[in-house]
């Protein structure tokens, strides 16, 4: 708002006073906000990589696993015992809220809890390789549903962020100094009017007197 707009009266300088005490505190909430966010923004972002390193290594090892179950066993013995997955995983989403940002939480369950249901196959005819390979992919599983939870969360962390930043730097640069200026403006065009009316009021005080003068050499 520029200055040429302003009504210059007391009522609108108390109601610019009260506009910049709530922008002055609501600068700092906003800026307690974006460094706790950026903290904890950082803390999933290393989070993130300790999960992408242990998820791209069992991936790896299940990878390594199949390549020496395919050397010995037939494309179509490994296509047979695949076939059919014995187990099923349920996938239940969530959410947890961090500073105002909702996070997504992502929880499994299996259809059982035997851990030997992983196995869609008896193991007469398939290899300790292709056992291997299918136990990495269970093993990764819940690093994997973890590194997507973070990941998620670290775009809305980040988005978050953003968008704070843009409102302190507009509180900062752009409300705050504009209310000062006009706060000034105000009390500058007040003091001019009482100065004004003070001469006003002196010289009428002068005529008053001067006049009351003459009039008393008149008697």
Avoid: W
């Avoid at 014995?86 to 996938?91: C, F, M, P, S, T």
């Avoid at 809890?113 to 196995?119: G, L, M, Q, R």
């Amino acid at each position: 708002m520029s200055t040429k707009h302003v009504n210059p009266t007391r009522m609108e300088l108390t109601r610019l006073k009260k506009k910049l005490a709530t922008a002055t505190r609501g600068h700092k909430l906003l800026k307690d906000k974006r460094d706790e966010l950026m903290r904890q923004f950082l803390e999933l972002v290393r989070e993130n990589k300790r999960l992408r390193e242990e998820v791209e290594a069992g991936i790896l090892e299940a990878n390594q696993n199949f390549v020496l179950a395919r050397a010995g066993m037939s494309q179509e013995a490994l296509n047979v015992a695949l076939m059919a997955p014995k187990q099923e995983v349920y996938l239940e989403a969530g959410k947890k809220n961090i500073m105002s940002v909702d996070i997504p939480v992502f929880e499994y369950k299996t259809r059982t809890a035997s851990e030997h249901d992983i196995y869609p196959y008896g193991f007469a005819f398939t290899s300790s390789d292709l056992d291997g390979a299918v136990k990495s992919l269970q093993d990764v599983l819940p690093e994997m549903l973890k590194l997507a939870q973070t990941e998620k969360a670290c775009q809305l962390m980040a988005a978050e962020i953003e968008k704070t930043r843009r409102r302190v730097n507009a509180l900062e640069h752009v409300i705050i100094p504009e209310t000062q200026r006009n706060i000034k403006y105000i009390t500058m065009k007040l003091d001019e009017n009482e100065r004004s009316t003070q001469i006003r009021l002196m010289k009428v005080k002068d005529m008053m007197l001067e006049e009351a003068h003459h009039y008393k050499d008149r008697a």
